[in-house]
């Protein structure tokens, strides 16, 4: 066996089932070993193939957000790997599990400074919790192992994996068994108690949660702490994943505009932050302070990465419900607080606009058709500020946010969460200006044939440069600026882009023409695209 | 003057006059600098937008080796930074000259690592030979010249600034007298008799040349030189500019299969490195060696980089043609070799082929074609082998290479020439893979209406992945092997996706009408594109 094949076959043996990827001349044994899994796990490392890198780092990102555990990307060289920068940083920001495995040549060929030769160590630094080359092809089954692990370490890391071409063609490669995964602490005893108090103190408090309190058994709990004791619950403006929808306790997201998000936080004199960091505003501005929370807002961390977050919010509800009882196990159910329905959404669906295309109709469009249990992946931008007020009380559903502020995701991360739950519909979100980043994620929504309906927002302007340049009180912008604003000229037309790579697509001018096309998305087979100009 | 307009008159009083941008909410004051150089400058700082950071870096990449001076690069923070890497890459090994301005965050805001907090200095600094991050407005205007100096110096560097936004907005910048840049030198005498004596010597001998001397008068003295002794001029596989056609002299590409560059070198017993590296292999081979020439060759650097190419080798030529004679002038044109001829192509124009579409038809009709001036950016993969000796006696022209093996740029690149050079015609040769990576650019050349006629090869593969996978004894490629390689399953349509961005696009079916189509391209105003299938 040699270290290629010992490296896959220990990816399967830990669990890691899909491969997205975009491979070079460097990368072939690694190919060679993913069909070398056959035929005793026939159906396991499926392989997607990404036309661009930051499709592939993306789909990963968004695979790891539905289902808690990584997938491996394979990559090729410094410059392939580079390509898919932008979406691990958001990765990076998500506290996602990935595997990523990228190729290099070898000590002997690099020494002559190749023309393909780079860093690849340097370029993958920044975002990698973990970082290996591997040195042998007897130790590269473990150095997988190894990545799966910190992978999977909490509350998910992305794990860096270089591969020299010879470590991959040698013999002598091994499977070895995978060593388990460290349990993530709970936070101590004192914290959970002076959260708890902090909740019994009758200040008006939040808590700002993150990762896997924003959904599942996770957010239930926090939704019952909140019943019990009126905190509000809020999620990170760029949170990773959001469950929502009628019957779910209601995390409100924090606004992105400054201003807006102050205001929002004005009432709260206690934060406890669950994973979260202290909210602060994503840009900086002259004469404004970054702190997004009042000078005399007390902020608590309850539990920070690498604690059990879950672990904790059920922790804090024991202890809430039932002073000086052991905090690890579950609220005995005769514990828990009544009145759950104070902080879930009430099921309410929007009702049908109709008429000309408005940002309002699109978004009551939405709301009135998402299916129950689809997955939301949002980077409308500027055009989608409605969307989440009207999918309140829709059927429950999980929304994906950007969490790094990489444009570009949307559509690689509904790539894979589509690859992650085929049972389920998912809905992307997209804009002309933040869709064209990684457009080449449509090819794959074709190749896999994902049930994938992608709106486009077409407002043929990056609609968030044009607002802060006037935020900023620049002034009108001169025509440089404009021509670096405006998009259009020529207009960006979504639904050849679309056919061009295998996907059908339309372009309604009447809401319920839009309807339409939402409902036969979310009804029929494979992906299809929606061009709305806005 | 905040130190936002000290950097951007800086960069227009060092002759900085293009700014291609891609630029994000923290560069907005940049943005707003651009016009202020209006209205002394009106006509200067032209900004080109592409909507991807990709397009952008291959955009200034190919504008600066047509011009020899650098544009500017605008682009957001780490991780728009970092989607142009891939071909910044390509551009550092092209060895030529280009000024990155990259936002940062203001220091007291990094400081609460915010959503888009990144170490933009990791990432820039592996390709950046002059790397600074600006640290008050006062001193801005001196690190944009110094960039510039750094951009300038021989042979052509990559020089980064990062400019927090709070050094951009604030007040106090000042616009400095530009540095001279520092001559390149000579090599030594010693160096250049060391060469004479070689190339005297009657043993077989070439000369590998790069940079500046692939074409323009240094070129014409290498020509003068092998005309004289009968030594070969080579290019490097990877080169940045290669001049050629009609009346050139002759520099021959080494290939790119490790075997034929290996039997195309066996002749050689002396090479002499004007620049380059001593040629070795793209990508590394189980037993086998990666350098390409004999071991019985004795290789000598006459340049290295950072001396001056062109001076060396008209030097190499004053030694030839007078012993002893002073080295720092140009050979007197009594004491030219007469004999060009002999090393110089013919003009001699490809016949029009007719009949089906064959790779072969395709390259003769090209050549048939290709109009006098033109400037080629190549990146046609495995489909285009046949396209340089189809052109050898063509009009001549300039013909642009992917340097650095980072596929995704000849479409960016053929953006930048177009930009530097509007008097001549710009031909793109890409393919249905590498085209794929940096698609965006096809919009940037509708908005720009430059004129760009672009020829994608579609043969729905990535041939050379297939090709390699083979050589490598790697048996039949499995399905998981194939799904990577394959990218058909949906076939891309480049028509709609040229259409999609605004540009016309035409799929003929014979080689009469893709004849038509290139002389169509030709003669036209503005960019179209033409899919082959092959």
């Given at each position: 066996m040699n270290g290629a094949e010992s490296l896959i076959r220990t990816l399967v043996a830990g669990g890691v089932e899909v491969c997205f990827a975009n491979p070079g001349t460097s990368e072939m044994h690694l190919v060679a070993a993913l069909d070398q899994?056959?035929?005793?796990?026939?159906?396991?490392?499926r392989c997607v193939l990404g036309l661009f890198e930051g499709v592939v780092t993306g789909a990963a990102d968004g695979y790891a957000r539905m289902v808690e555990k990584p997938a491996c990307t394979l990559l090729h060289l410094g410059p392939g790997f580079s390509n898919g920068l932008a979406n691990l940083h958001n990765a990076s920001r998500a506290q996602i599990p990935m595997v990523n495995l990228i190729g290099q040549h070898p000590a002997s060929h690099l020494r002559y400074d190749?023309?393909?030769?780079?860093d690849v160590e340097a370029f993958a630094?920044?975002?990698?919790r973990w970082l290996r080359t591997s040195q042998k092809a007897s130790e590269t089954g473990r150095d997988a192992a190894d990545a799966i692990v910190a992978a999977r370490t909490q509350p998910g890391q992305i794990a860096t994996l270089i591969v020299p071409a010879d470590v991959a063609w040698s013999e002598g490669g091994a499977v070895p068994a995978i060593p388990p995964v460290p349990r993530a602490p709970l936070p101590s005893a004192e914290n959970i108690e002076h959260a708890a108090a902090m909740l019994r103190s009758g200040v008006r408090t939040a808590l700002l949660l993150s990762g896997d309190t924003l959904y599942g058994k996770g957010l239930a709990a926090a939704g019952r702490i909140a019943a019990a004791t009126g905190a509000k619950l809020l999620a990170p403006y760029p949170f990773a994943r959001l469950e929502r929808g009628a019957g779910v306790p209601v995390a409100e997201r924090i606004h992105y505009p400054l201003e807006q998000a102050v205001d929002q936080l004005r009432e709260f004199r206690q934060l406890i932050l669950v994973g979260a960091s202290a909210p602060v505003a994503y840009f900086a501005y002259p004469?404004?302070?970054?702190?997004?929370?009042?000078?005399e807002c007390g902020i608590f961390t309850l539990a920070r990465p690498g604690e059990d977050y879950v672990g904790a919010v059920e922790s804090l509800e024991d202890a809430l419900s039932?002073?000086?009882?052991?905090?690890s196990g579950k609220s005995p159910s005769g514990a828990s607080p009544s009145g759950t329905s104070v902080v879930a959404a009430k099921a309410e669906r929007a009702s049908l606009p109709s008429g000309e295309i408005t940002l309002q109709g699109i978004a009551g469009s939405v709301g009135a058709t998402l299916p129950e249990n689809a997955i939301v992946c949002d980077e409308s931008m500027t055009s989608g500020r409605g969307l989440m007020a009207a999918t309140r009380g829709a059927p429950p559903h999980d929304w994906l946010a950007c969490t790094g502020g990489s444009i570009g995701i949307a559509m690689p991360q509904a790539v894979g969460a589509a690859v992650a739950c085929p049972d389920r519909r998912v809905l992307c979100l997209t804009a002309d200006g933040s869709g064209?980043?990684?457009?080449?994620?449509i090819w794959t929504m074709a190749r896999e044939n994902l049930n994938v309906t992608t709106v486009v927002f077409a407002n043929r302007v990056y609609g968030v440069l044009k607002r802060e340049f006037s935020g900023l009180k620049l002034g009108e912008p001169g025509p440089r600026a404009l021509s670096l604003f405006e998009i259009g000229r020529p207009d960006l037309d979504w639904v050849s882009l679309a056919k061009g790579m295998g996907v059908p697509a339309t372009r309604p001018t009447t809401v319920e023409a839009f309807q339409q096309a939402l409902r036969n998305g979310f009804e029929g087979e494979g992906p299809s695209l929606i061009q709305v100009d806005v």
């Open positions: 899994v056959t035929p005793d796990h026939a159906d396991q490392m190749t023309p393909l030769a780079s630094r920044p975002y990698s004469d404004k302070s970054s702190v997004l929370t009042q000078p039932s002073r000086g009882k052991s905090s064209m980043y990684t457009l080449q994620a």
